[in-house]
């Protein structure tokens, strides 16, 4: 069963406009991480925020973490042709070594 | 500095055949994990290793059985192919629990 879950599934946007994506998980967390991946390629890091974090940036991502929510939202802001990708989240339950994956968004931006 | 590297890239394999796709990593990372890419699916854990001479099951671990003799490397091996296996399949690794994890390019596995 997947622990997280990305919505929405797919966004199409105009270059230049931010682009938000939300992720819920199920169960208690150690960390949430944010991975891009570009078509047919493997995925790539962008973002790690601890279960005591509320917020964390990287350039022009924001990641946001609501334990009591249990949900995480990616922002990227001023969006680039080359943001086009799929976007995850991955989640580590809490005693364990593994992260599960979410079913991702699909983010198109148009030039 | 190569990273992750998976063998092969891609492979076609027939109903009841055997393989292995290997996994190499030159960063000294201790977990290494194996995944699997479906349409729609998301990633899903097949089985991990938390350092030399372990591993441990995921989430979908039936058909698969994987080998860590070497820290730099993670088997996963296919005993009798099934078109269920037909995947993408992805491998990564970390320096610590809780870290990013470094993935492989994939390898494209399709069972006929």
């Known amino acids: 069963s997947q622990q997280g879950e990305e919505d929405p599934q797919a966004l199409s946007i105009q270059e230049g406009e931010n682009a938000t994506m939300n992720c819920s998980y199920k169960?208690?967390?150690?960390?949430l991480q944010w991975y891009r991946q570009n078509s047919g390629r493997g995925l790539v890091h962008l973002i790690l925020i601890r279960s005591n974090e509320r917020e964390k940036h990287s350039g022009r991502l924001r990641v946001t973490l609501d334990t009591s929510k249990k949900s995480s939202s990616l922002l990227i802001t001023a969006s680039r042709a080359a943001d086009t990708a799929s976007y995850f989240c991955?989640?580590?339950?809490?005693?364990?070594?593994?992260?599960?994956f979410g079913t991702g968004t699909r983010l198109k931006v148009l030039a | 500095n190569a990273g992750v590297t998976q063998t092969p890239k891609f492979r076609v394999l027939k109903t009841g055949q055997s393989m292995t796709l290997l996994c190499a990593q030159d960063?000294?990372?201790?977990?290494m994990y194996w995944y699997r890419q479906d349409p729609g699916m998301g990633l899903r854990l097949i089985h991990y290793?938390?350092?030399?001479?372990?591993?441990a099951k995921g989430e979908v671990p039936d058909g698969y059985n994987v080998s860590r003799l070497k820290k730099q490397n993670f088997l996963l091996g296919l005993e009798s192919a099934a078109p269920s296996q037909t995947s993408v399949y992805f491998c990564?690794?970390?320096?610590?629990?809780?870290?990013?994890?470094?993935f492989g390019s994939g390898t494209r596995l399709t069972v006929v």
């Open positions: 960063m000294n990372h201790e977990y």
């Open positions: 991955a989640t580590d339950a809490s005693g364990t070594y593994k992260y599960i």
């Open positions: 169960t208690s967390i150690n960390n």
């Open positions: 990564a690794s970390s320096y610590l629990a809780g870290r990013g994890y470094t």
């Open positions: 290793s938390v350092g030399e001479g372990t591993t």
